[in-house]
């Protein structure tokens, strides 16, 4: 099982984010990032001058690095920076199909987890355009995974392993609407919640967290209870959701898991501090329903 | 004038729709290949073939939507409902998946494929990409984008835009969102349902009544007040201090004051959500907007109003038409 570590969801200060992808260029347990900014393209002038050095950290630290599309594009300026993503030279991960029509005829890339990928018309599709790589919708039952899993043969499918769950995306900024602010005029205003926002019910249950114009899961995915089916469903590799606070102990934590060194129960037992948003849920693979943890609903 | 495209989510609604002047309909079979997979509703095949029959006997046309992502090892299921629509003689499909949309092209190259509001194509290169790839005749276009922007988008494609004006309103960009199956296991991509009946409970609870999804709140509401479907994106909730609607009020779509504007943006249909609603309702919707299109194509104002009483007793919105809903 190789480790991804997926782009960061939040928005986080530039100092910090420097300093990330630094630290993870010396982590001897990943094998890919992908880097870049895939929620809010007012976001991207705040790092992207320090994008080349973190590249160039990642790849002298050995690891492979791609760099991923916005999930929502649709501002002239947003389809000219994903137009300008083969350019870097980079694998590209596709997180919406945009970056797919301007990528050359032939050129190799990687398929995010927010392409639908529900079937293996559509992942054929996908690999005859050149997908070398696919991270599955989080949203897919295990019987799909296993289905597409083995429609990939050589290419490797990966599944979301830890993080808040990437659920929608929109052109309202929830951030902004929750500060009484227009969208144009936020202030940035999301830099506030590095991990998102929570959005508990009106009886205080946990229900979801917003993140400028995307809506996260409230609790923290984690397959650690279900890596051994996954294996055997034939996924290779597992992503990782960045979080501005205590992440490398998660990283460490699946390398002990992955090695065989703690087993599921105690994983969760040393991770659960670690999750945004203090709970678990894997439910989205075998039910009832995404937030169901160990097949469970909360309370 | 612009095309009317009208719900029908069953053969009584097909023909009031047809009767009270849509230019077209669009519908589809009776299970989760479509986004309304609702109990009772929608087509068999033979009312499907009927259904076009006295669509087509009107001058009326029919798409067919088939328009959820088919489910790994059972595409053949949704193959079959492209194929059966081509059959029963419907005027297009409206397609969402790649795979599927790869499929129709090949093995149906004489259908026309409409691309649907479920395959997000939010700008003009995803939708010339489709069109280029795969001949792709049409977009509904999603609804995150401002009249400015549909107008622009407009004038770099070369395929027709047809976009929502009425009815119920996605917050989240369709087709990229499973905020449904988080929470009750069953979602609009794979399932053709959102917030589903099944899962909803309402207790009263002191002088409250508690509307739950899947077991979470999503309103509280007086007992006194009508209380609101408890779709999950527009609940009432808490952030930090604050208690609101943090994605969006029960509101609903309502954009029949922008149809000049959405006209001069180059727009060529406009499509009504509801294909869960009543033939009365449709029927009455339909007629006020075709009154509005036929005014607007003769150059006279539009007749003020026209919608009232339709907004499901909510309030409406016009959503990201306006930029200022972002």
Do not use: K, Q, Y
């Given at each position: 099982m190789d480790l991804t570590i997926g782009p960061i969801q939040g928005f986080w200060d530039a100092d910090l984010w420097s300093a990330f992808y630094a630290r993870l260029a010396e982590e001897p347990a990943v094998k890919r990032v992908v880097i870049g900014e895939l929620v809010c393209s007012k976001r991207l002038p705040f790092y992207q001058d320090r994008l080349p050095e973190a590249i160039e950290q990642l790849l002298a630290g050995g690891k492979e690095v791609a760099v991923t599309s916005l999930a929502l594009v649709t501002l002239k300026r947003e389809r000219k920076m994903t137009a300008d993503?083969?350019?870097?030279?980079l694998d590209v991960e596709v997180n919406d199909l945009t970056a797919l029509a301007h990528l050359p005829d032939g050129a190799q890339f990687s398929v995010g987890p927010l392409i639908n990928v529900y079937n293996e018309g559509t992942l054929r599709f996908l690999a005859r355009r050149g997908a070398a790589r696919f991270c599955l919708p989080p949203e897919l039952p295990a019987a799909s995974v296993e289905r597409l899993a083995k429609a990939a043969g050589t290419i490797p499918v990966d599944v979301w392993g830890w993080g808040r769950l990437p659920l929608a995306i929109s052109g309202r900024c929830y951030h902004a609407r929750y500060h009484d602010r227009p969208k144009d005029q936020c202030q940035f205003v999301c830099a506030e919640d590095p991990d998102g926002l929570a959005v508990d019910t009106l009886e205080d249950q946990k229900f979801l967290a917003i993140n400028g114009v995307q809506t996260l899961s409230a609790q923290c995915a984690n397959m650690a209870h279900a890596l051994d089916r996954l294996r055997h469903l034939g996924v290779s590799g597992l992503r990782l959701s960045p979080q501005s606070t205590g992440f490398f102990e998660v990283i460490g934590l699946f390398r002990d898991l992955i090695d065989g060194r703690i087993d599921a129960e105690a994983f969760s037992e040393q991770a659960l501090p670690h999750a945004p948003g203090g709970s678990f849920c894997d439910?989205?693979?075998?039910?009832?329903?995404?937030?169901?943890?160990r097949n469970q609903i909360p309370a | 004038m612009m095309e009317l495209v009208c719900p029908a989510g069953t053969p009584a609604s097909l023909r009031a729709a047809v009767d009270a002047g849509a230019h077209t309909v669009y519908c589809g079979f009776a299970?989760?290949?479509?986004?309304?997979?609702?109990?009772?509703l929608n087509f068999s095949r033979p009312e499907m073939a009927e259904g076009i029959a006295y669509a087509h006997a009107r001058g009326a046309r029919v798409l067919v939507a088939i328009n959820t992502f088919p489910r790994a090892g059972d595409e053949a299921t949704w193959h079959r409902a492209v194929a059966d629509a081509s059959t029963a003689g419907a005027d297009a499909v409206i397609l969402a998946d790649l795979g599927l949309i790869a499929h129709a092209a090949e093995a149906h190259p004489g259908l026309r494929l409409h691309l649907s509001v479920q395959a997000a194509a939010a700008n003009a290169d995803m939708i010339n990409f489709y069109a280029a790839t795969f001949g792709v005749k049409r977009v509904v276009l999603p609804r995150v984008l401002s009249v400015q922007e549909i107008a622009a988008i407009n004038r770099e494609i070369d395929v027709e835009s047809e976009v929502f004006v009425f009815g119920g309103l996605c917050v989240m960009t369709e087709g990229r969102c499973s905020l449904s199956s988080y929470i009750t296991g069953r979602s609009p991509n794979m399932n053709g349902v959102c917030s589903p009946a099944s899962h909803v409970t309402y207790t009263e609870e002191d002088d409250e009544l508690a509307a739950r999804l899947g077991g979470y709140t999503i309103h509280r509401s007086a007992k006194s007040e009508a209380a609101p479907y408890p779709t999950l994106c527009k609940g009432c909730f808490k952030v930090g201090p604050r208690t609101g609607y943090?994605?969006?009020?029960?509101a609903s779509l309502d954009a029949s004051e922008l149809l000049p504007a959405l006209a001069k943006a180059g727009v060529c249909a406009l499509k009504i959500e509801g294909r869960q609603r009543s033939r009365a309702y449709v029927a009455q919707v339909v007629r006020n907007f075709r009154n509005a299109v036929e005014a607007l194509e003769a150059g006279q104002p539009m007749p003020a109003g026209m919608l009232a009483g339709l907004t499901e007793g909510q309030s409406a919105t016009a959503g990201a038409y306006n930029k200022i809903w972002r």
């Open positions: 993503l083969p350019g870097l030279g439910g989205f693979i075998d039910g009832p329903s995404g937030v169901a943890w | 299970d989760d290949t479509n986004a309304r997979n609702f109990p009772g943090v994605f969006e009020d029960p």
